[in-house]
């Protein structure tokens, strides 16, 4: 199934749905920091700072909230935040139905389009098509154009 930019919606996770081979994006009150290698243990929610993703925002769809950019505590490369820190813990799944929904409105616009657009091209050549017709009409007829009793002698 193809997915657009914002066919998703929002699952809600506890920690233990959390997946150490995921990607997270963990948000202070004003600073987010991707994640990876993320474990609970001891009530200690504990990550490798990714340093090198620059992919930050709805790129990463796990996201973990915190109550405060103080509950983030460093170790070189190594974030450990208290779980009772947590707020909520999100997950950003593809929604079928507005995928569904946004790939039939982008194929009715397209066959709008398609529909009119042959419309116009018939048009134009039904319409150059009359003007060739009535051109050779008056040649024939002896109009402005012609030349008499060519197509008499025949």
Request: glycine share 6%; proline share 1%.
């Amino acid at each position: 199934m193809i997915e657009f930019t914002g066919c998703y919606s929002t699952k809600i996770l506890t920690t233990s749905d959390i997946n150490s081979s995921d990607l997270y994006l963990i948000h202070g009150t004003k600073v987010s920091y991707a994640v990876n290698n993320v474990t609970i243990s001891d009530s200690i929610l504990s990550a490798n700072l990714d340093a090198g993703n620059k992919t930050y925002g709805s790129a990463i769809k796990n996201q973990i909230y915190l109550s405060s950019d103080s509950a983030i505590n460093f170790d070189n490369y190594l974030i450990t935040v208290p779980v009772d820190k947590i707020v909520k813990i999100e997950q950003k799944v593809p929604d079928q139905k507005k995928t569904r929904t946004t790939v039939l409105i982008v194929a009715g616009c397209v066959g709008v389009v398609s529909v009119v657009s042959a419309i116009i091209i018939a048009n134009s050549i039904n319409r150059s098509a009359n003007e060739t017709a009535t051109e050779c009409s008056n040649i024939i007829n002896g109009g402005t154009n012609s030349s008499t009793g060519l197509c008499s002698n025949w």
